[in-house]
Structure formats: structure tokens, C-alpha cells
């Protein structure tokens, strides 16, 4: 059977999609490759003519899902933070923040997918700190960065875990206080 130009590809694309999705869901070591390609609509055979080994799917499912990001930078910092810390965000892990759903796991790759989990990190810290005041030095903006984004993911990631829903809904109200009263810390400080 011959397939048309493009199709491997498109294939290929599938198979990346949905395992960033399925790893965000249910983590890297819950999800085994017979089951990803048969949800792909593929056969496990089919795996290794895209990818080399688990771990190179994992590397690209996880730069797939930090590129394919839906938060929005322009609207300013106050929005970004509302938006990350959103019930529909902590309710839809298969579709959200690879860093909140991946990073433990992450830390425990080998050092290339490390790298590459870096590299998109280091881009994410450098838009959160490109909407804060301009007239702060770099390092300050880059350390209020990191303290925003910590803030955010651990807020996501605790109201995720706990089982009782206006605990949850606290957590997420809280974590927005304290990720906001961070940046006004840091403009106050200027």
C-alpha cells in the first residue's frame, strides 16, 4: 500500500500530540507505547520507524507541548497568572503546562532531555520577566521570574492533588494572591 506525500509525517505528528498529552495526563513511565499507538490508530511495530526509543518521544512530545502553549503573554502579567491559575487549567492537565504536570518526572531523564526541557524553560522564565517593569535590572526580573512561575506551578499542582473541591478552589484563589503580591513586590522595590 502506498501512502500519500506527507503522510509519515502527519503520522509522526499524531503520535507526538497525543503522547504530550497522555504523559501530561498520566505521567512518562504510566504510559507504555503499545498504548499510545494503538490510541494513534497505529501498531506498536509502527513506533520505530518514527522514533528511536521511548525516550526520544518523550524529549519531543515535551518541547511539543511547551510550543504548543495557549497562555498569552500581551494581555499582561495579572491575565497570565489568572489564566494559568483557572480552574479549567487544573481541571485539563492533558492539555496544559507541561512544567506542572512533567517536571519531577523530567528531572530523572537523561541529560539531553533535561537540556531540551531547560532550554524551553529558560524561554518561558524570559516572557514571564519581559512583563514585568522594564526599569528593574535583569536579575531582578529573572528572580521575580522564577518566584512567579515557582508559585504558579506549585499552586496548579497542589490544587490538582487534594480530593476536596473548595480547598482546591482556595488553593488556586491563594496561589494568585501570592504570585501577584510577588510582582508588586518586586516594582515596589524598584
Request: charged residues 25%; glycine residues 8%; contains cysteine.
Amino acid at each position: 500500500m502506498r501512502f500519500d506525500k506527507g503522510h509519515k509525517h502527519e503520522t509522526h505528528k499524531r503520535i507526538v500530540d497525543i503522547a504530550a498529552q497522555k504523559f501530561r495526563e498520566e505521567g512518562v513511565a504510566s504510559v507504555g507505547i503499545a498504548g499510545l499507538m494503538a490510541q494513534a490508530g497505529l501498531t506498536h511495530g509502527g513506533f520505530y520507524a518514527h522514533f528511536e526509543s521511548k525516550e526520544a518521544l518523550v524529549e519531543e512530545a515535551m518541547k511539543a507541548a511547551f510550543d504548543g502553549s495557549r497562555l498569552t503573554y500581551s494581555a499582561g502579567l495579572e491575565t497570565l497568572i489568572r489564566s494559568y491559575l483557572r480552574p479549567a487549567h487544573r481541571d485539563n492537565p492533558g492539555q496544559g503546562c507541561v512544567v506542572a504536570t512533567l517536571t519531577p518526572e523530567i528531572a530523572r531523564h537523561p541529560a539531553t532531555t533535561r537540556a531540551a526541557y531547560t532550554e524551553r524553560l529558560e524561554k518561558f522564565l524570559e516572557k514571564i520577566a519581559a512583563l514585568l517593569p522594564e526599569q528593574l535590572p535583569p536579575e531582578t526580573r529573572q528572580q521575580t521570574a522564577i518566584g512567579i512561575l515557582g508559585s504558579m506551578i506549585g499552586t496548579l499542582q497542589m490544587s490538582r492533588a487534594v480530593t476536596n473541591p473548595e480547598l482546591s478552589e482556595n488553593i488556586l484563589k491563594s496561589g494568585i494572591n501570592t504570585a501577584l503580591s510577588l510582582a508588586e513586590a518586586a516594582q515596589k522595590a524598584k
